[in-house]
């Protein structure tokens, strides 16, 4: 796959690269005041977003207004020199956001899903070379993601970007979104050269996440960060919980903390290879020590085969939970940790003893 670096594409004015503007163009005038307001911050935005077609979970919300906001789009780019991103879910919004000059393109989640509506807006890039960005999927599905990366890729665009906006969950969390950090670690090693950008407005959905989630982002590699922004969120018609003003954008922007260190560079490199190689000793120690219990659950087995036990044992499972859990409270390892650790572990353990038992 070809993948041109973001600066052959944009223009790069601060460090993480930036891209705001409102959840939806609601009209000229929001779009002006919301412009007015980024142009005046001192963290310069590269792209100035808004979506005219919303994807709505619910009908009667605000749905966009369609190609008449693309024209106020051009108004902005003209008055205030932005280059300009929509989300397109379907060939006509492609065919109609080429029509009017839209910068770059993005993919929103509920499209990303759904491998006929990217391949249909595939079709109508062909030729072109706009630069397209792709949200993950609504669920956490990285083959998913990368599917439709591809779509795009197939049909000769090469300034590609993928936008992490987190993962629907069942369930309350605090998260709107539950950013499942490790789905985009792992978009990274299938695809090194793809810049990743954070949407922290989707994962967060509340203006109080959006600081710590923008911070992790950029603490894991980032690329840049996609935040929305309106000139008065609390009458915005979407998404208004999640929309800062420019101006506490700015101010939230600079508290995000840069950590530039290169890890190759001479003053890191010795220490951490030394912490390194420790890692590398205990990873070495673990899968030994995995290999081990694998071999004693071998052994439960056969003996639960041989005397017909079940392989399934609620109070031994809730018991394992319990101590081990406890343990990690006292070495003070998070319980959510020794949770997930256990269930993998428990997981690994009765497949391991179906196998056994049906040999
Ligand atoms: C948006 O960016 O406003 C949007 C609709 O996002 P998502 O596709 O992430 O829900
Ligand atoms: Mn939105």
């Not at 993950?136 to 439709?148: C, E, K, R, S």
């Not at 959905?205 to 923008?214: A, C, E, F």
């Amino acid at each position: 796959m070809t993948i041109d670096s973001l600066h052959s594409w944009l223009v790069l004015h601060n460090q993480p690269l930036l891209i705001s503007g409102p959840c939806g163009a609601e009209s000229l005038e929001q779009l002006q005041k919301t412009a007015t307001g980024l142009a005046t911050n001192s963290h310069k935005i590269s792209l100035f977003r808004s979506g005219v077609w919303k994807p709505r979970t619910r009908p009667n919300a605000f749905e966009g207004k369609g190609e008449e906001a693309l024209i106020w789009l051009k108004e902005i780019k003209k008055e205030f020199g932005f280059k300009t991103t929509v989300e397109v879910a379907n060939a006509q919004h492609a065919e109609l956001a080429l029509k009017h000059n839209v910068d770059v393109l993005w993919i929103g989640a509920r499209t990303t899903v759904n491998p006929f509506s990217v391949q249909e807006i595939a079709d109508v890039l062909k030729g072109t070379n706009i630069p397209v960005m792709i949200k993950n999927p609504i669920h956490a599905d990285v083959q998913l993601w990368l599917g439709a990366i591809e779509r795009i890729s197939n049909a000769g665009i090469t300034k590609l970007a993928a936008i992490h906006r987190g993962f629907y969950v069942y369930g309350k969390t605090k998260y709107r979104n539950k950013p499942l950090w490790q789905a985009a670690i792992e978009l990274r090693t299938l695809l090194p050269n793809l810049p990743i950008i954070c949407d922290p407005s989707h994962i967060s959905g509340n203006r109080d996440l959006i600081l710590p989630v923008s911070q992790k982002a950029i603490d894991l590699g980032m690329d840049g960060l996609m935040i929305e922004s309106h000139y008065n969120p609390d009458i915005a018609l979407s998404d208004a919980q999640q929309q800062l003003t420019p101006k506490a954008l700015d101010e939230l922007i600079s508290k995000i903390i840069i950590r530039k260190g290169d890890a190759s560079s001479l003053q890191h490199s010795d220490k951490l290879s030394e912490l390194r190689n420790a890692i590398d000793e205990i990873d070495d120690e673990l899968i030994n020590l995995l290999k081990k219990r694998l071999l004693v659950i071998e052994q439960i087995g056969e003996y639960k085969k041989e005397h017909h036990i079940a392989i399934f044992q609620l109070e031994r499972w809730q018991q394992i939970l319990k101590t081990r859990a406890q343990l990690g409270d006292k070495l003070g390892i998070s319980r959510q940790h020794v949770e997930k650790i256990c269930q993998l572990l428990h997981e690994e353990s009765i497949r391991l003893q179906n196998t056994v038992m049906n040999k």
